[in-house]
């Protein structure tokens, strides 16, 4: 059974920024790590992705040049970099991990960008 432990997040003022980090557990490896977002009222929305096997991580428009994600391919960890923050990043982010074709979600972490 595979777990995934999110960290980080908080309250953070407009234009600051916070770090998430996510560990899944087990040894198998994983092919696909990334981190969605779910706002009020609002679409859930996939943030960055990464594909294990490559160099390659795509992000969400709204996201492009603040976010960044990293990888760490032998852990099995992803971390999201969030910077220049604005109110409407405001919501519960998710890690999502793909392991031999099963998708497996983090708890949630809330993030909360004040004006």
């Known amino acids: 059974q595979v777990q995934l432990v999110e960290s980080g997040g908080g309250l953070v003022q407009a234009g600051g920024s916070l770090r998430l980090s996510c560990a899944a557990s087990?040894?198998?490896?994983?092919?696909?790590m990334g981190w969605s977002r779910q706002a009020p009222g609002k679409q859930h929305e996939l943030v960055a992705t990464?594909?294990?096997?490559?160099?390659?991580?795509t992000y969400a428009d709204s996201v492009k040049g603040r976010f960044t994600s990293s990888k760490d391919s032998v852990k099995n960890t992803v971390s999201l970099q969030m910077n220049s923050l604005k109110t409407e990043d405001t919501g519960v982010y998710y890690c999502?991990?793909?392991?031999?074709?099963?998708?497996?979600w983090g708890q949630g972490t809330q993030v909360t960008v004040s004006s």
């Open positions: 087990g040894s198998a490896q994983a092919k696909s």
């Open positions: 999502k991990v793909i392991i031999e074709s099963v998708a497996y």
């Open positions: 990464h594909r294990m096997s490559g160099a390659s991580t």
